[in-house]
């Protein structure tokens, strides 16, 4: 398994960014992280960790770049901006499709909070994205995109979060692709109780292999699951 430090282009900025790449990688998921995070975020390192040990490349890298990291500390600025945060995910995506290495694999994407609308939206413009994972997202943000995700989506929500729980039902209720809900039970929005984010990694890994590793491919509109 190999590690590096990269630099993502996108939006005529230079994203700095984590590429691991397991022996034999069967699939690379993308991270979009959530609002006020960044590629550090340790909740979406340890969930990349469990997606390494299961054969899968992972990509985590900053959708802001340090300046508007501070700015967006003071004024939110940038953190609730999907249609820049999914245009910044754009731009790593198609870094992934010209790199050497991972161009041939068939590609994912993880989102978490304002991080999953991003995903969602990415993937509603490129049929390349083959899978979507959201923890504890917010995917009602996507808006009108919701409808035109094609990729088998999976919402993990903690029991407990009961407002993103009701959002996510109610995105889910836009979908016309292969979906499901998976409620961690007894867990809040972060997912800090014991077990819940190893639950939430286990959740997203299964997913990812399935439909990254199998070969397998969601159905243009697959049945609704809750």
Known sequence: MQTADVQI??????????????DAARGIVVFAHGSGSSRLSPRNRDVA???????LATLLFDLLSAEEYRQDLFSAEYRFDIPLLARRLGG????????????????????????????LSAAARDDTVRAVVSRGGRPDLAREALELVKAPTLLIVGEM????????????????CEHRIEIV??????????????QV?????QWFV?????????????????
Do not use: C, I, M, Y
Not at 49 to 55: E, I, Q, R
């Open 9 to 22: 282009p996108s939006d005529d900025l230079l994203l700095d960014g984590t590429l691991t790449v397991p």
């Open 49 to 55: 960790s469990v997606l390494d040990n299961a054969g």
């Open 92 to 119: 790593a995506l198609d870094w992934v499709r010209s790199h050497a290495v991972l161009s041939s694999l068939p590609v994912g994407v993880f989102g978490a909070s304002t991080g999953a609308a991003a995903a």
């Open 161 to 176: 979060d009961n407002e993103v729980v009701r959002l996510n039902q109610f995105a889910a209720e836009q979908f016309t």
């Open 185 to 198: 039970p007894g867990a809040t929005h972060l997912f800090e109780e014991p077990g819940a984010l190893e």
């Open 201 to 205: 990694a286990q959740l997203a890994a």
């Open 210 to 226: 399935k439909w990254l590793a199998s070969g397998e491919r969601g159905a243009p509109e697959g049945p609704r699951q809750e």
